[in-house]
């Protein structure tokens, strides 16, 4: 015989047990957004366009990075075989490809003018190689500063409610403070990773130009 036992001895507790849906994450991702507020959209759509950037950043970096035989051309400039360092530089792609093929191109009567040549590209590859990483790094930024000003909205309007109704129900206190806080929290969520992504690509960028003023050089 199965006996209806309240082994909590509340009967509101087990009544939102019993009540409680388990909710997919769908639905809780939508019942975060609207106890956030207003402010979670934008913060949302901070997040949408800066991962659609890191990635669009990620590709170009990764395909001017893509330069992995040029050695062999310097070593044949440093061999006096110009002509056949020329002809292999043609197959070179990239960044790095890109300053070789210029140093390569013609025979400079002087030292100058190559380095002229090799700047001119410096000139036109630098804009390419650093874009977009003010973007994400201004994103990663002011995710959390609109996350601060949604949770002192939310302390605002908790201040107006406990003036009406006074500080009686501890309940209303901490639903009122737990949701003023979600928009920092979604804006901490959003700037972490952000600006992980943000110092990755970086330093991708720095070693790119590294290696490309390293090629010049040789």
């Not at 590709?59 to 310097?74: A, D, E």
């Not at 630098?126 to 977009?132: H, N, R, V, Y």
Request: neutral net charge.
């Amino acid at each position: 015989v199965l006996v209806p036992v309240d082994v909590l001895l509340s009967t509101t507790l087990s009544s939102e047990l019993a009540n409680h849906k388990n909710l997919t994450w769908e639905d809780s991702f939508w019942n975060f957004m609207h106890d956030g507020g207003i402010l979670m959209y934008p913060i949302m759509l901070l997040l949408v366009f800066g991962g659609i950037l890191v990635v669009q950043r990620y590709v170009v970096l990764s395909v001017k990075s893509g330069t992995f035989r040029y050695r062999p051309v310097l070593k044949l400039c440093e061999e006096g075989k110009v002509d056949e360092a020329r002809a292999k530089a043609e197959k070179l792609h990239g960044s790095v490809g890109k300053v070789i093929r210029a140093a390569l191109h013609k025979k400079y009567t002087n030292r100058v003018d190559a380095e002229k040549a090799i700047e001119e590209v410096f000139a036109a590859e630098t804009p390419s190689i650093e874009k977009g990483l003010s973007s994400i790094s201004i994103m990663a930024t002011t995710a959390p500063l609109l996350g601060l000003l949604g949770t002192v909205m939310g302390m605002i309007e908790l201040f107006k409610v406990i003036t009406m109704h006074g500080t009686s129900d501890p309940k209303l206190l901490a639903g009122g403070i737990s949701v003023a806080l979600l928009t920092t929290e979604a804006g901490l969520i959003v700037a972490i990773p952000l600006q992980l992504c943000h110092t990755l690509l970086g330093n991708k960028a720095d070693n790119l130009t590294g290696r490309m003023e390293k090629a010049g050089l040789a």
